[in-house]
């Protein structure tokens, strides 16, 4: 199931983001009330290397966006792969 859009719509930022929260814990194994928007990459030990090019991929799939290569390294908190998810 592709997940709803970011931005626009009657969502709001907060339930969005919240949103976002929720994929990202299934993605890493994790309960949603371990994460935050600031929450990143190696906070956790779920959330390595391996696990961020996964937190990518799925973030892509879901959202249907493409996020180019060399933009992966500046993603570095969720708040960072939610904006990415944002964009059309």
Do not use: N
Request: glycine share 6%.
């Amino acid at each position: 199931m592709r997940g709803a859009p970011l931005a626009g719509g009657t969502r709001s930022c907060a339930s969005a983001e919240d949103d976002f929260i929720a994929f990202a814990a299934s993605v890493l194994g994790v309960p949603p009330e371990r994460l935050t928007p600031e929450t990143a990459c190696g906070d956790i030990p779920e959330w390595d290397s391996v696990m961020h090019l996964r937190l990518v991929m799925e973030t892509e799939a879901r959202y249907g966006v493409s996020i180019p290569l060399e933009e992966i390294p500046a993603l570095r908190t969720l708040a960072d792969f939610a904006r990415a998810a944002a964009r059309s």
